[in-house]
C-alpha cells in the first residue's frame, strides 16, 4: 500500500474583510491557518470540529476549488497548489468531492443520468454505448436502479440524491474522495446506509477517504484516523481509538464529553466549555482555545503550542498535554 497519498505543509487559506473603509488597515479571516497533515493510500482520516473552524474550506483548498493563500498541497509527490487550471483538470480525476447537501448540489433541470454521465463527458473518458454502459454499472454501485436514470433530482429521496452524489464522484474512478459532511443533511436511517456504502465502496475500489463531519459517532464509525480542528488548526491527529479513549487536548476531551453516552444510564464528566468561539477579530497571541480552556495558564496567553509528536502517530498542541 503506498504511504503519503495526500501531504498539506503549513496550509492557509485568508479571506479579507470587506467594509473596512479606505484609511483602516486590512484585515483578514484566517479560515485556515497552518495545517499540517498526511494521509495514507487506502486511509479514511477524520476531519471533526465545529461549525466555522474551517473544515470545509479545507476541503476546497485539498479538491483545487479555490486556491491557498501560503502552503503546499501534495499529491502522490506532485504540489497540486501551484499547478495551472490544465494541470488541475488531470488531477480532478484522482480527487473528487462529495458535497454536504444532496438538495443543493444537484443540478434540478439535469436528470439523474446526465449528472453522474457529465464527468464522463468532461473527461472524455466514454461516448455512447460506453458511456451507457458505465452508467449502468455506477447506478448498480451505489444502489440505484438503472431505470431511473431518466429521472430529475426532485423524484429521489435525500439519500438517495447523495448515492447519485457519490456516484458523479465514482465516474472518474478517482483514488482520493473528500467527503465535506456527506451525512448532515440526511436523517439518522439515511446517514447509515450512506455510511455502509461508503465503507463497502471502499473495500470494493481501494477509496482513500478524508471524511469532514461534525458527530463524532459517525466519525467514530468510518475512520482510521481521527483530525481535530479548532479556529482553522488542527489541534489533536491520532488513531482512532487512542483519541477516543486517551484524548490529550482540552478541546477534544470538550467535544467527546458532549457526544451522547451509550446507555442511558451511563454517566459521563462533562466539560462546559467557558465562552462562545472568539469572532474574526479576535487575539491571535498565545493559543486560541485559551479563553474557553478551563485549566489556561499564563503561557497559552503568551505562545501559540505546536503541533508535537507524542509518539505512535499521536500528535497534540497543547502546552498542558501531560498533565492531563
Not at 479571516?29 to 497552518?34: F, Q, W, Y
Not at 439535469?110 to 455512447?128: C, F, N, S, V, Y
Not at 474574526?280 to 498565545?286: D, I, K, N, R
Not at 503561557?299 to 498542558?320: I, K, N
Request: net charge positive; charged share 25%; with cysteine.
Amino acid at each position: 500500500m503506498q504511504a503519503n497519498m495526500l501531504e498539506v505543509k503549513n496550509l492557509k487559506k485568508y479571506f479579507p474583510v470587506k467594509g473596512l473603509g479606505f484609511l483602516r488597515a486590512k484585515a483578514f479571516i484566517k479560515a485556515v491557518d497552518g495545517v499540517d497533515f498526511t494521509l495514507d493510500a487506502g486511509e479514511t482520516l477524520g476531519l471533526v470540529g465545529e461549525s466555522g473552524c474551517g473544515k470545509s474550506t479545507l476541503a476546497r483548498l485539498i479538491t483545487g476549488l479555490i486556491r491557498p493563500t501560503e502552503g503546499h498541497i501534495y499529491f502522490e509527490g506532485s504540489n497540486i497548489s501551484d499547478m495551472t487550471r490544465s494541470g488541475l483538470r488531470r488531477v480532478r480525476r484522482d480527487i473528487q468531492l462529495v458535497f454536504q447537501d444532496p438538495y443543493a448540489s444537484l443540478n434540478p433541470r439535469m436528470t439523474a443520468g446526465d449528472i453522474i454521465g457529465e464527468p464522463l463527458k468532461i473527461h472524455r473518458l466514454a461516448r455512447d454505448q460506453d458511456r451507457e454502459d458505465r452508467l449502468r454499472e455506477l447506478f448498480e454501485l451505489v444502489g440505484l436502479e438503472p431505470r431511473h436514470m431518466g429521472r430529475y433530482p426532485h423524484q429521489f429521496s435525500g439519500g438517495q440524491r447523495q448515492r447519485i452524489g457519490i456516484a458523479r464522484a465514482l465516474a472518474v474512478s478517482p483514488r482520493l474522495i473528500v467527503c465535506d459532511e456527506p451525512v448532515s443533511a440526511l436523517d439518522v436511517s439515511a446517514q447509515a446506509q450512506i455510511i455502509n456504502l461508503m465503507l463497502d465502496l471502499k473495500q470494493r475500489l481501494g477509496l482513500t477517504y478524508l471524511f469532514i463531519a461534525h458527530h463524532l459517532g459517525v466519525i467514530g464509525h468510518i475512520s482510521d484516523r481521527v483530525a481535530v480542528m479548532y479556529m482553522g488548526r488542527i489541534v489533536e491527529i491520532a488513531y482512532r481509538d487512542r483519541l477516543f479513549d486517551s484524548p490529550m487536548h482540552p478541546y477534544t476531551k470538550a467535544l467527546l464529553s458532549a457526544a451522547p453516552a451509550d446507555h442511558p444510564k451511563q454517566r459521563k464528566e462533562r466539560s462546559i466549555l467557558a465562552e462562545e468561539v472568539p469572532g474574526p477579530g479576535h487575539s491571535e497571541v498565545g493559543c486560541r482555545y485559551k479563553n474557553r480552556c478551563p485549566r489556561a495558564v499564563p503561557l497559552c496567553g503568551e505562545t501559540e503550542p505546536a503541533l508535537v509528536d507524542l509518539g505512535e502517530g499521536h500528535f497534540c498542541a497543547c502546552h498542558l498535554r501531560y498533565e492531563w
